[in-house]
């Protein structure tokens, strides 16, 4: 079975301030791991994965085997951030796993 | 237009009565899925497909059917909808290279409502 968890529903920072948004998973085998964003009115739309270790938007993520962890962070938060923002993860069996998913509020 | 859209856009139906949530892709994406949005729950998979004519149980698939005879559609269908099926549906696509799967693209989404 695969899991993802997102311990933090709601989140709110300062413009300028760091942020980081945690994700957890709980899958045997090696996973592949996404973050995805929900802006306002917007379809949901993929922010980064971990194959491509790239820096999006200013966000990172790295994924951590050892702590099972995939936390997304940025290190100077922007008013434009505020959105819902999930982790994913995608096992063998290819099926997509979502976390319950932060909503991000970055305040002026 | 390329993309996926799913339809209707929004649907109110009566307690047991049938609802087929309509979705299409024009990418020719192997893998299709089906989440429902709840507060608190985020995205919980229902069922997805991985290609056509094969489907699976994902998190929450009771009361809901799926079929996928074209691989560009993959509707889905509340037997006997109850208000615990109230909700925001969203359908979505992505394709598996052989190594790994390309990002999954989403639909705008359906917000049924059962009264």
């Known amino acids: 079975a695969q899991r993802v968890t997102q311990p933090e529903k709601l989140l709110s920072v300062f413009k300028g301030a760091p942020v980081e948004l945690k994700c957890n998973y709980s899958y045997s085998g090696s996973p592949e ?76 | 237009d390329a993309g996926i859209t799913q339809s209707p856009r929004y649907k109110i139906t009566e307690t047991g009565r049938q609802v087929t949530l309509m979705c299409h892709q024009t990418w020719s994406h192997s893998y299709m899925f089906w989440y429902r949005q709840d507060l608190g729950h985020g995205l919980r998979l229902i069922y997805y497909s991985a290609a056509a004519d094969i489907t699976d149980k994902g998190e929450v698939p009771d009361g809901y059917v799926v079929s996928r005879s074209k691989t560009e559609n993959f509707p889905l269908t509340l037997e006997s909808a109850t208000r615990s099926q109230t909700s925001v549906y969203f359908c979505a696509s992505s394709h598996y290279t052989g190594t790994q799967n390309t990002e999954a693209f989403f639909g705008q989404g359906t917000r049924l409502t059962v009264v």
């Open chain 1, 33 to 108: 791991l996404f973050w995805y964003v929900q802006y306002s009115r917007q379809r949901l739309q993929l922010l980064l994965r971990h194959i491509s270790r790239e820096s999006i938007k200013g966000f990172t993520a790295d994924l951590n085997k050892g702590e099972t962890s995939f936390h997304l962070k940025k290190p100077f938060a922007q008013e434009e951030d505020s959105a819902m923002y999930y982790c994913a993860l995608s096992g063998s069996a290819r099926q997509l796993t979502f976390g319950s998913g932060t909503q991000l509020t970055v305040l002026p």
